[in-house]
């Protein structure tokens, strides 16, 4: 079965082709229009999308040496995301399917971040729980069976990724701030500042990293502007290593809740050397397997959503023609 994944929830505009588990190409355009304004602007996503979408498909086919009549089915994500962004990818997909007479299949986002791992461990198997990290999600995800997920913890306020990109800002240091924030880290003492570690009520797997942030803001404000410019490398290091505290602290107790022995990583934070260096080593300790993806399947892809599209297809599950974009779409019930 030849699969083309479709990805445009967000920022990147993604097309992937898989030959079953095999990924043929998987092109990603990210858009840096959003970089003069420190944050990604709804309305010109879309518009980059729209403008994106037909090359990208376009290569995708290329590289792996198919035409759109060798494709078996159409796998797209709907939600959660921009609503603009994500129709783009669910018209562009529907219409294709349509006029080649092939299914299509409506992928969560989310979904498809967990999936990202099966692609490079193909023995991967539930029962795992899943740290998925991104821009704009910070969930626990106990994977009972392929389909069946439970939310065990989410944040209550800013994704971890978003904590990144704020900081990074404050910090002027551009955006995305997760990867400029973790070199700059490198520079930085550990013991320079303590800023708070959020665990909330006891027990719970879920997530706060607003107090965290204006921690931060108060820390650089007490600073005046030369202070601040020898301090940026601290206040980065601190920064990054309350979120990691908290992410892997939180990741060890729903494993020991759930009594799974394996643990995954998702999501564009996925990436950051710290958060799996630290994640390994508290797994090491307490006799856990801990697996993350790639940095090109960490990030938002069309070879994630091609996967997770090829799990259902070839049970013959797919999309009616009606599918809508469903911006919050969640993990609130088994399957999608
Ligand atoms: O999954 P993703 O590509 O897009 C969303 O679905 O949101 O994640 C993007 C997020 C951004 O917030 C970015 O700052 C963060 O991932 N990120 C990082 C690193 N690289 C990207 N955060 C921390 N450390 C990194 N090295
Ligand atoms: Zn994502």
Request: aromatic share 6%; net charge neutral; proline share 4%.
């Amino acid at each position: 079965m030849m699969i083309l994944g479709i990805e445009t929830s967000c920022d990147d505009t993604g097309a992937a082709i898989l030959r079953e588990q095999s990924i043929l190409s998987n092109i990603v355009s990210t858009q840096i229009v959003h970089k003069n304004f420190g944050g990604i602007v709804p309305e010109l996503a879309s518009r980059a999308h729209i403008q994106a979408i037909v090359p990208v498909v376009q290569e995708a086919l290329n590289q792996s040496n198919c035409s759109l009549n060798d494709v078996d089915g159409i796998a797209v994500t709907y939600g959660p995301g921009l609503a603009g962004s994500l129709l783009v990818g669910l018209s562009v997909s529907k219409g294709l399917a349509q006029s080649l007479n092939i299914p299509f299949i409506g992928v969560n986002h989310l979904e498809g971040h967990i999936w990202a791992n099966k692609l490079v461990r193909s023995e991967l198997e539930p029962p795992f729980i899943v740290l998925i990290v991104s821009g704009g999600h910070t969930q626990l995800v106990y994977v009972k069976g392929w389909g069946h997920y439970q939310m065990l913890g989410r944040t209550r306020d800013d994704a971890a990724g978003e904590a990144f990109d704020k900081v990074g800002k404050l910090l002027n240091l551009g955006f995305p701030g997760g990867p400029v924030i973790e070199k700059t880290a490198r520079d930085g003492r550990g013991d320079a500042i303590s800023f708070p570690r959020a665990f909330l009520e006891k027990g719970s797997l879920d997530f706060s990293f607003s107090g965290l942030k204006t921690a931060v803001l108060n820390h650089v404000r007490a600073l005046n502007p030369a202070e601040l410019e020898t301090r940026i490398p601290d206040i980065a290091r601190c920064f990054q290593d309350a979120v990691v505290d908290v992410l892997v602290q939180k990741t060890i107790s729903a494993a020991e809740k759930m009594k799974v022995k394996q643990i995954c990583l998702a999501g564009g934070v996925a990436v950051n050397g710290v958060l799996q260096k630290h994640m390994k080593a508290a797994c090491d300790k307490a006799g856990y397997q801990v697996f993350w993806p790639t940095p090109d399947l960490c990030a938002d892809n069309g070879a994630m959503i091609a996967r997770t599209g090829l799990f259902y297809l070839s049970q013959q599950i797919h999309s009616l023609n009606n599918l809508n974009p469903v911006p919050t779409l969640n993990f609130t019930h088994d399957a999608i």
